[in-house]
Nanobody, 136 residues
Framework: QIRLVESGAVLVEAGGSLRLSCTAS????????MGWYRQVPGKDREEISC????????YYAESVKGRFTISRDKDENTVYLQMNRLNVTDTTVYIC?????????????????????????????WGRGTPVTVSS
């Protein structure tokens, strides 16, 4: 089973930028749809962005569209989330996820966009999360 190792906690000023990374151990991410979620206390987990297994399709939530960019590097076995123009409301824990069968449940817009290599092999693997604090 692969494990997802995320970059460490970050403190950044409002208006600034940072890049999160999520690297897989014990296996390759080539067949996996990859995504980023964020968990705000008191709210449901929010789907932020995802990228299909072949990198051909991407999804962005409206709250981050135009500011965040997801990418993946096959050779580095890593997915990145570039975050620009951060604001205080972006403060939360960002969680990396991988799924060979695609990300998102049946009601999620991610489901049709971010496909995994093997549709029938659904089983999401989660990172431990990266706390991001945006200060004002």
């Amino acid at each position: 089973q692969i494990r997802l190792v995320e970059s460490g906690a970050v403190l950044v000023e409002a208006g600034g930028s940072l890049r999160l990374s999520c690297t897989a151990s014990f296996g390759k991410l080539g067949a996996y749809s990859m995504g980023w979620y964020r968990q705000v206390p008191g709210k449901d987990r929010e789907e932020i962005s995802c990228i299909s297994w072949d990198g051909g399709n991407r999804y962005y939530a409206e709250s981050v569209k135009g500011r965040f960019t997801i990418s993946r590097d096959k050779d580095e076995n890593t997915v990145y989330l570039q975050m620009n123009r951060l604001n205080v409301t972006d403060t939360t824990v960002y969680i990396c996820a991988a799924d060979q069968g695609g990300l998102g449940d049946d009601s999620s817009p991610m489901r049709s966009v971010c496909r995994g290599r093997y549709y029938a092999q659904r089983g999401t693997i989660w990172g431990r999360g990266t706390p991001v604090t945006v200060s004002s």
